[in-house]
């Protein structure tokens, strides 16, 4: 089966720096790559998603870059602000069939004002 | 739009009962996923239903049951609690192989 890892599991920035979160997938069948955030007590939440055909997709401060021949993908915030601060998950699946995301180990990050 | 809406919030329970968690899934959606959650892991997949069966699960052992009710809304059954059980449960609901929208969840914790 499919297996994500994340990195870092912890990360702690300045308010207005950027934050890099890092995943590799297993399965090269995968192609459908969702990020959530998930605050403390809360539901994770989609943010951003990219499909294997494109490289980059981005939305305001936060962007999504795919290497679909290293197999990995990356999440991009910047200018990062204090209510940035939680857990960021990446997953990867495969779509046209069930819709079941294996999920990284999540990142926690902490945005100092 | 209704969300997605898990049943109980919090819940503790003895080492060796049985729990029912409940999932009433987003309005038009006709698929739902259960993840167990533990501190500081990501959700890990349970099983998912589809049209009220089982369309995949994972590796959760067979005191891990489901149903899906023809309205879509579903039960995450667990026989003979273990501690390791202690975990935030998700559901999470589709249209078929969409994108899904997670619940808040239901905290259980086995003692």
Known sequence: GE???????????????SAVIKCTYSDSASNYFPWYKQELGKRPQLIIDIRSNVGEKKDQRIAVTLNKTAKHFSLHITETQPEDSAVYFCAASITGGSYIPTFGRGTSLIVHP | ETGVTQS???????RGQQVTLRCSSQ?????VSWYQQALGQGPQFIFQYYREEENGRGNFPPRFSGLQFPNYSSELNVNALELDDSALYLCASSWSSGVASFGEGSWLTVV
């Open chain 1, 3 to 17: 297996n994500v890892e994340q990195h870092p599991s912890t990360l702690s920035v300045q308010e207005g720096d």
């Open chain 2, 8 to 14: 109980p919030t919090h819940l503790i329970k003895t």
């Open chain 2, 27 to 31: 309005s038009g959606h006709n698929t």
